[in-house]
């Protein structure tokens, strides 16, 4: 390569069932960029992972796999891992394993309208940010059953610390800012979004005064150390019932939010649901250093192999990884070409209506790059 060349090298990890379909469709719509958005070369390294992987090898994130995104990737991109629906011993999810070795501690969820409606049938700008602390709350399951005199009784411990709280916060603020920054590349009579970014802070500290009380008070303190984010962003705070209220009443009202483990996957679940179909909703672990695309679909063994899987939260998947790397236009034209194919209705697979097929959708959103 030329002296001073960027590149971009991401480690693809399609996994199991339809996550073989999806990541190759990620993969040809990031070779179809544009010069001038995308400046850098991108390579790609083929990687193993996944429940397959483990049935013939024993292993389901082999150190090969993670030798390599350390050492030669700048991110990735995930497929998906067939959950076996009976305990396997020996055998722990890959993608845990990767937040955990990489340190991807927050996963992040973008909910977005698109073409796509609510359930009451009616269309609504959704452009809202789901910030997921990924290391803590009630997934250190630590759990303990005891038999009282008036029978068992179980007890699970929350952990909530200033450390996790301060970089769910700082990634939330800082993510504001950068959505603006890219929003400004928008003309301003396409914007469907309000001016000033927003940070809702999602918790419960009127019934957990201590553990929620921290998260909050941390949160909070992050926003008031930083002048460029008390510029910048507006901060808010919503009990999460009320979150969960409102976000099905007035979604476009949210731009980003930023929650404890527990509560942020309940409501990214219940957020994927305003939007439509499963293939839609894209997401990323996020690390300091490392970011892993992933779709938030599963395998979807009833669907594999048949070339008519969603690639578009895979496809999404994808320009969340650029934005994060610094490539913001890049990320940009992918999400504008895949709005239009969804708003032109004509390209689409069948969990959307339609009678297209995965190649058929990522050739149309490569055209559009
Ligand atoms: P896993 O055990 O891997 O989670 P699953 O059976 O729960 O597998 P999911 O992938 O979670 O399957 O999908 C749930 C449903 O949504 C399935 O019917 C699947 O076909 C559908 N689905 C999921 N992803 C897509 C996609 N990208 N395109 C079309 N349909 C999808
Ligand atoms: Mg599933």
Wanted: proline residues 4%.
């Amino acid at each position: 390569s030329s002296a001073g060349a960027k590149s971009l090298t991401i480690g693809l990890i399609p996994a199991d069932g339809i996550g073989r379909e999806v990541i190759p469709a990620a993969r040809q719509v990031l070779e179809a960029l544009a010069s001038d958005v995308m400046p850098a070369r991108l390579s790609f390294v083929d990687l193993d992972a996944g429940f397959e992987y483990f049935q013939k090898h024993g292993v389901a994130l082999p150190e090969q796999t993670l030798a390599a995104l350390k050492g030669d990737c700048d991110g990735a991109l995930f497929g998906a891992v067939s959950s076996p629906s009976h305990k396997v011993a020996g055998y722990s999810s890959p993608i845990v394993g990767l937040r955990k070795k990489m340190d991807l501690y927050a996963n992040v969820r973008p909910v977005i309208s698109g073409a796509a409606a609510t359930a009451s049938g009616e269309k609504r700008a959704i452009d809202m940010l789901i910030i997921r602390e990924n290391t803590e709350c009630l997934y250190i399951k630590e759990e303990e059953l005891h038999e009282g005199p008036d029978g068992k009784y179980a007890v699970a411990k929350r952990r909530i610390s200033e450390f996790a709280s301060r970089r769910a916060g700082e990634m939330a603020f800082s993510m504001a800012l950068q959505r603006d920054r890219m929003r400004q590349q928008v003309a301003a009579s396409e914007r469907t979004w309000k001016a000033r970014p927003k940070v809702t802070i999602v918790h419960k500290s009127n019934v957990l005064s201590v553990t929620d009380g921290l998260w909050r008070e941390t949160v909070r303190g992050v926003y008031a150390g930083n002048a460029e984010y008390r510029e910048g962003v507006d901060v808010e705070e919503q009990l999460v019932d009320s979150m969960v209220y409102r976000m099905f009443r007035e979604p476009e009202a949210f731009d980003v939010v930023v929650a404890p483990n527990m509560y942020g996957d309940i409501i990214s679940d219940g957020a994927a649901a305003l939007v439509g179909s499963l293939g839609l909703v894209p997401s990323a672990n996020v690390g300091d250093s490392f970011v892993v695309g992933e779709p938030v679909h599963g395998s979807a063994p009833d669907i594999a192999g048949k070339n008519i899987a969603n690639p578009i939260a895979a496809i999404r998947s994808a320009a969340m990884l650029l934005e994060r790397t610094g490539y913001a236009s890049a990320a940009l034209a992918i999400y504008r070409a895949v709005d239009k194919v969804l708003e032109a209705g004509q390209i689409r697979t069948p969990d959307l209506g339609g009678k297209s097929t995965t190649s058929d959708v990522t050739e149309a959103v490569c055209r559009l790059l």
